[in-house]
């Protein structure tokens, strides 16, 4: 009887260690790695011995992140079932570097920056321009392009617009301020959210226009309302019928944040007495703000903006001038009593609406006035004119 001679067992080659530097968050990125991948990170060449083997069976599908944002709420679904289902992965035996594409879109929105338009409505005397000024420390309200102190109040109410391009840690930002001078400033306010809805619905068809023209621009403007602060008065009471009739009407076609303006007139205890009344008087009358708990994407999503919901409305003031306190420059307001600080959230609540509007929900802001408001007026428009005509450059130049 012949010896047995045992296989070869071949030892298993070792999987090289991902580089250090990819995917890391970068130290100087104003904005937190969420949307369209503001994070830092050097790409490194994945060595040689780095090709990827497949080996037999699917192993469990990791999810990615949250880019493309509410795909959900248009029927974008995913394919089960068959050797090639997206729902399970191979496993691989190297690094590829497939997360580097975070690093790649980083790196194009650098260079193209983007575009960020704001609207602050609310009657004159509430503060909007410097609280504008105060969430971007700078003077990039209209008051500080060109405003003259003596402009009379007008009779209907207008729509004003400046636009500033600023910069920080190489992201460049095109803010746009949409301003609204004369909204509840009349005895008779009867429809006085009419030509700010007409102005909203305008941005919109601009961008369709563009859509549909059959040569169509690189990068289409983008005019768009992506977010509309609503400045309350701080009477303590109850909300106007101007408040809630302006936050029903339009809160289907712009993300509407409600604000309790120069909460400082108030105590502690009014304010948070008035916020509970104002909360409950939204609910009764069936207005959605932002963010919306239909558009919630998944739990850690509905967990985060839950705590969101329950801060607001939130209680803010704004300074944009610096005061001396416990040997530090503070934005804030000088009084008999001392400075009310802006950013301390023990004084008013600005700081919260500037982490939640720039540093974790500006990119889903844009997100949502994309793929659902902007996605609600095209289909209606569509729908009503049974699909519009395509506009050549030609047709274009001369309707100009």
Request: aromatic share 6%; glycine share 10%; charged share 25%.
């Amino acid at each position: 009887m012949s010896d047995v001679v045992p296989p070869e067992v071949r030892p298993k080659p070792a999987v090289p260690a991902k580089p250090p530097n990819v995917g890391a968050p970068s130290p100087s990125s104003p904005f937190p790695p969420q949307g369209l991948g503001i994070g830092g990170g050097g790409i490194s060449a994945p060595p040689p011995s780095a090709i990827p083997v497949l080996v037999g069976g699917h192993g469990p599908s990791h999810g990615s992140g949250h880019v493309g944002g509410h795909a959900a709420a248009h029927g974008v679904g995913h394919s089960h079932g068959g050797s090639h289902s997206s729902s399970g992965g191979s496993t691989l035996l190297g690094y590829i570097g497939i997360d580097t594409i975070i690093e790649q879109m980083r790196r194009k929105t650098m260079k193209t920056g983007f575009d960020f338009n704001i609207m602050v409505v609310g009657h004159s005397g509430l503060g909007k321009s410097t609280l504008v000024n105060t969430l971007f420390k700078s003077q990039v309200s209209r008051k500080n392009a060109g405003w003259a102190r003596d402009e009379k109040i007008p009779k209907t109410v207008e729509i004003k617009t400046v636009s500033h391009v600023i910069e920080e840690g190489g992201v460049k930002m095109k803010l746009t301020i949409v301003d609204t001078p004369g909204f509840g400033d009349q005895i008779n306010n009867e429809s006085c959210w009419e030509p700010i809805s007409k102005y909203i619905n305008e941005q919109f068809e601009k961008f369709l226009k563009e859509e549909v023209n059959i040569t169509r621009k690189k990068r289409i403007p983008d005019t768009r309302v992506h977010c509309c602060l609503y400045f309350i008065p701080p009477t303590g009471h109850c909300l106007r019928q101007l408040d809630t009739e302006f936050m029903r009407r339009l809160s289907h076609s712009v993300n509407i944040i409600p604000v309790i303006a120069k909460s400082d007139t108030m105590t502690m205890e009014e304010r948070q007495e008035f916020k509970q009344r104002v909360k409950k008087e939204l609910e009764t009358n069936g207005i959605e703000f932002y963010p919306q708990k239909e558009f919630d994407d998944d739990m850690e999503d509905k967990s985060d903006n839950d705590k969101i919901r329950e801060a607001m409305p939130f209680a803010v003031v704004g300074s944009d001038k610096e005061h001396q306190v416990n040997g530090k420059r503070v934005l804030g307001r000088k009084t008999p009593w001392g400075v009310i600080e802006v950013e301390n959230p023990n004084h008013c609540e600005f700081a919260q609406l500037r982490d939640f509007l720039i540093r974790s929900h500006l990119q889903d802001l844009k997100e949502v006035t994309h793929n659902i408001h902007y996605e609600t007026y095209r289909a209606k428009r569509l729908n009503e004119n049974g699909g519009l005509h395509p506009i050549s450059s030609d047709t274009q130049e001369s309707n100009l």
